[in-house]
Each structure stands twice: as C-alpha cells, then as structure tokens.
T-cell receptor
Framework: GENVEQHPSTLSVQEGDSAVIKCTYS??????FPWYKQELGKRPQLIID?????GEKKDQRIAVTLNKTAKHFSLHITETQPEDSAVYFC???????????FGAGTRLTVKP | EAGVTQFPSHSVIEKGQTVTLRCDPI?????LYWYRRVMGKEIKFLLH????????ESGMPNNRFLAERTGGTYSTLKVQPAELEDSGVYFC???????????FGQGTRLTVV
C-alpha cells in the first residue's frame, strides 16, 4: 500500500521567512495530493491540493509542487506569519478511492 | 451547513472497558472515513465507508475495533476491550465524491488508562 513520509517533523522560522515541507510517496498510482493544516485544538483543514496532471499550484502565499517521476511533493509558504503556526499534514491517494495516506505531520512555528 | 461532528470530544476509560465513538458526516456525503493519530505520528487511515458499505477496512488494527454505519448516515467506532495503545485522537472525515475534498471532524481524544 501507499506509504507517505514527511520532513521535517518540526520547523521553526522567523516571521517573513519562507517555509518548505517535503513529502515522498511510494505508490506511483497516487494522483491526488492534498495538504491539511491543523491549528491547535482544531480540526485538520484542507489548504491546498494538487493533482498529478500539474506540476505546481499556487494560492496566494502557499504553493505546492509535484514531481511524479521522483514521487515527491512539497509545500511552500512564503512571507510566513505567526498565524501560519500549526501542524501541516501531506497526504496522497488514488483519487477514485480517496482513502488518503498521511504523512506524520510537520509542526511549523513562526516566530514574530 | 453543519460540518462533520464527532462526540465525545474527549474520553478517558480504563483498560478493558468499551468505548463507542460517533461521527456525523456532512449531510449528503456518501464517503466517510475514520483515521487515528497516535501522539506525534501520522494520521493513520482506519477505514472507508461508501454509504453503509465498508469500502476498505485495511487500516483497522485488530478485531477489537468495530465500525458501523447503519443506514448510511452517522457512523460509530467501537473499541472493545480497550488497550493502552488505543490512546490517540480519532478523526472522522467525509467527502461528497471520491477524490473530492475530505472534511474532518474535530476528533475524539481517547485516553486509555
């Protein structure tokens, strides 16, 4: 089955800097890659997703890149703000199944 | 529109007891998923319902876990008897279509002592 690895487990950046979180997956059939953000005490929420027919997707300060050949995808947050502090999870799934496999999460701390 | 709701939000039980977690998905969402996160580790897939049918239960750890979704609406996840290693946060999520965005509940934090 699918195995998703996520790095780093913790990341601390200064406000205004960029943050990058990387994930690798094992199942070449996976074609849907969402990213979830979980703030303290709240539910995980989808912040951005990418499908395998594109290599990059951007939404304001966040972007995701996908390299299908290497089976890795990354989340990029630019101009980080304290409210970006949260745990971020990557996931991969074969879209018609949608039983997503998640990474272990990255705890991002943005220092003011 | 109400989101995915789970209850209880917290449960503390003794080893050997039984606990039942409930998930109410977003109305109209046929797909319902259960996940578990043990402290510091990944959100691990447990199972997937499509309406009342179990589509994939490959993530269920053992036969102490029983999930049901009678009528294809809400779902329950029963742990009987609970063991210490069952402690964690149990998330439920639902989606309208396969491959669509999955909406999560706030989770149930289960502590087995």
């Amino acid at each position: 089955g699918e195995n998703v690895e996520q790095h780093p487990s913790t990341l601390s950046v200064q406000e205004g800097d960029s943050a990058v979180i990387k994930c690798t997956y094992s199942d070449s059939a996976s074609n849907y890659f969402p990213w979830y953000k979980q703030e303290l005490g709240k539910r995980p929420q989808l912040i951005i997703d990418i499908r395998s027919n594109v290599g990059e997707k951007k939404d304001q300060r966040i972007a995701v890149t996908l390299n299908k050949t290497a089976k890795h995808f990354s989340l990029h947050i630019t101009e980080t703000q304290p409210e970006d502090s949260a745990v971020y999870f990557c996931a991969a799934s074969i879209s018609h199944n949608n039983d997503m496999r998640f990474g272990a999460g990255t705890r991002l701390t943005v220092k003011p | 529109e109400a989101g995915v709701t789970q209850f209880p939000s917290h449960s503390v039980i003794e080893k050997g007891q039984t606990v039942t977690l409930r998930c109410d998905p977003i109305s109209g969402h046929d797909n319902l998923y259960w996940y578990r996160r043990v402290m510091g580790k990944e959100i691990k897939f447990l199972l997937h319902f499509v309406k009342e049918s179990k589509q994939d239960e490959s993530g269920m750890p053992n036969n102490r876990f029983l999930a049901e979704r009678t009528g294809g609406t809400y779902s329950t996840l029963k742990v009987q008897p609970a063991e210490l290693e069952d402690s964690g946060v149990y998330f439920c999520a639902s989606s309208q279509v396969r491959g669509g965005e999955a909406f999560f509940g706030q989770g149930t934090r289960l502590t087995v002592v």
